[in-house]
């Protein structure tokens, strides 16, 4: 499974025993997979300072979730022909030791491996200095996602526009890249050339009265020049005078005049804006995909730094002063298994607040003073990571 269990107990005896049989119980049943998170001691300030800093960092939890997964949805995007490689692409910095550093690993390890990054994040630092830091970062890394994403969609969208014209039937698409200057009569005062989209059960009709349809009608002159799936696209050469004499007799006969007048200056701005297009598409790829790939490793770090704080926190907050508290990492080993590791937890944590275990079992007992639904508070500090972000 991608999904992570970030809790935390107070750091005395009897708390530590109780991690200990936590251990052992979701080892021995085989419900989790668990290790320390090592969290750093911060400079706490005031109970007030932390309370705000709580809801802070709840909105910025959020946020920097909302961001990563839509920076791996624009990697899906960028990636369209290789949509099989993308996770390879949502990688994370290898870590603090100077071996790691230069290496990318799956998110999974990095979250079971996690450390502190003490030179990107000082610990001795106020902590909300930190978390302004971290705030500033992810800032800075969605605005420019967003003018990133916004050229290479626009650009995206251009090229997609021009392909579509060269999709579709006979009726609708463009025909730039079927006719050539030699189908035409051109630079004629008297003359010009018409296309006419006849149906496939119709080409001997056709062959045998389009010199009829109209007086002036040059003989001989049609030529089949291109054919999809309902019909074919026929030149046909007259006098300009009879124009929409012709038109009109050839729509009664089920004959379709496509309105198109060979332009070459137009012809070749078009051929030229597609293969610009093209070439500034896969100029804009690879720069942007290494974009995509350095910062989402970039935010991702961060968002796991916020867990962390949002951890250290709540801790303080839940079990007080002096700071003294466990932080354990469970990965549960399947979605089956997360109702009886939560009983788990429940039973052995219940002493931290009896009260709180008592209203899981019972969602009809409110918790004085708490305005988080039931479902959202336990005995025991918790948070959620799910690495699913292509879900």
């Given at each position: 499974?991608?999904?992570?269990?970030?809790?935390s107990?107070?750091?005395?005896?009897?708390?530590?025993?109780?991690?200990?049989?936590?251990n052992?119980?979701?080892?021995?049943?085989?419900?989790?997979?668990?290790?320390?998170?090592?969290?750093?001691?911060?400079?706490?300030?005031?109970?007030?300072?932390?309370?705000?800093?709580?809801?802070?960092?709840?909105?910025?939890?959020?946020?920097?979730?909302?961001?990563?997964?839509?920076?791996?949805?624009?990697?899906?995007?960028?990636?369209?022909?290789?949509?099989?490689?993308?996770?390879?692409?949502?990688?994370?910095?290898?870590?603090?030791?100077e071996?790691?550093?230069?290496?990318?690993?799956?998110l999974?390890s990095?979250?079971?491996?996690?450390?502190?990054?003490?030179?990107?994040?000082?610990?001795?630092?106020?902590?909300?200095?930190?978390?302004?830091?971290?705030?500033?970062?992810?800032?800075q890394?969605?605005?420019?996602?967003?003018?990133?994403?916004?050229?290479?969609?626009?650009?995206?969208t251009?090229?997609?526009?021009?392909e579509?014209?060269s999709?579709?039937?006979?009726?609708?698409?463009?025909?730039?890249?079927?006719?050539?200057?030699?189908?035409?009569?051109?630079?004629?005062?008297?003359?010009?050339?018409?296309?006419?989209?006849?149906?496939?059960?119709?080409?001997?009709?056709w062959?045998?009265?389009?010199?009829s349809?109209?007086?002036?009608?040059?003989?001989?002159?049609?030529?089949?020049?291109?054919?999809?799936?309902?019909?074919?696209?026929?030149?046909?050469?007259?006098?300009?005078?009879?124009?929409?004499?012709?038109?009109?007799?050839?729509?009664?006969?089920?004959?379709m005049?496509?309105?198109?007048?060979?332009?070459?200056?137009?012809i070749?701005r078009?051929r030229?804006?597609?293969?610009?297009?093209?070439?500034?598409?896969?100029?804009?790829?690879?720069?942007?995909?290494?974009?995509?790939?350095?910062n989402?490793?970039?935010?991702?770090?961060?968002?796991?730094?916020?867990?962390?704080?949002?951890?250290?926190?709540?801790?303080?907050?839940?079990?007080?002063?002096?700071?003294?508290?466990?932080?354990?990492?469970l990965?549960?080993?399947?979605?089956?298994?997360?109702?009886?590791?939560?009983?788990?937890?429940?039973s052995v944590?219940r002493?931290?607040?009896?009260?709180a275990?008592?209203?899981?079992?019972d969602?009809?007992?409110e918790?004085?003073?708490?305005?988080?639904?039931?479902?959202?508070?336990f005995?025991?500090?918790?948070?959620?990571?799910?690495?699913?972000?292509?879900?």
């Open positions: 499974m991608s999904e992570f269990w970030l809790i107990a107070p750091g005395d005896k009897e708390n530590l025993q109780a991690l200990e049989r936590m052992t119980v979701t080892s021995k049943s085989n419900l989790s997979y668990n290790t320390k998170f090592t969290i750093p001691d911060f400079k706490v300030g005031t109970l007030d300072s932390l309370v705000g800093l709580s809801d802070e960092l709840a909105k910025l939890d959020i946020f920097a979730e909302s961001l990563i997964r839509r920076m791996a949805q624009s990697v899906v995007e960028v990636m369209e022909d290789a949509k099989g490689k993308v996770q390879e692409n949502l990688l994370a910095n290898g870590g603090l030791k071996k790691m550093k230069c290496l990318k690993i799956d999974t990095f979250v079971t491996r996690f450390e502190w990054d003490m030179a990107k994040y000082p610990a001795k630092q106020p902590l909300v200095s930190v978390v302004d830091t971290l705030a500033k970062q992810l800032a890394i969605e605005t420019d996602l967003k003018s990133r994403t916004a050229a290479y969609n626009t650009l995206k251009n090229l997609e526009n021009l579509k014209k999709m579709g039937n006979l009726f609708t698409r463009t025909l730039s890249d079927i006719v050539s200057k030699e189908d035409f009569v051109l630079d004629s005062e008297y003359l010009i050339t018409l296309l006419v989209i006849v149906p496939k059960p119709s080409y001997v009709q062959q045998k009265t389009y010199e349809l109209s007086d002036m009608v040059v003989p001989r002159s049609t030529k089949l020049i291109a054919e999809d799936k309902e019909g074919g696209l026929f030149t046909v050469t007259l006098f300009r005078k009879v124009i929409d004499d012709f038109k009109t007799k050839a729509k009664e006969n089920k004959f005049v496509r309105e198109f007048y060979y332009d070459e200056k137009e070749k078009e030229e804006e597609m293969t610009r297009l093209l070439s500034d598409k896969k100029q804009q790829y690879g720069p942007l995909l290494r974009w995509l790939k350095v989402f490793s970039e935010a991702f770090i961060a968002w796991i730094h916020i867990k962390a704080l949002r951890v250290f926190v709540e801790s303080v907050l839940r079990y007080g002063l002096p700071v003294n508290f466990q932080a354990v990492l990965r549960p080993h399947k979605k089956s298994c997360t109702k009886r590791l939560r009983e788990v937890l429940n944590f002493h931290l607040d009896e009260v275990a008592a209203s899981i079992l969602a009809s007992v918790i004085p003073g708490l305005q988080l639904s039931n479902q959202d508070y005995p025991y500090v918790y948070f959620h990571i799910d690495l699913s972000l292509l879900d």
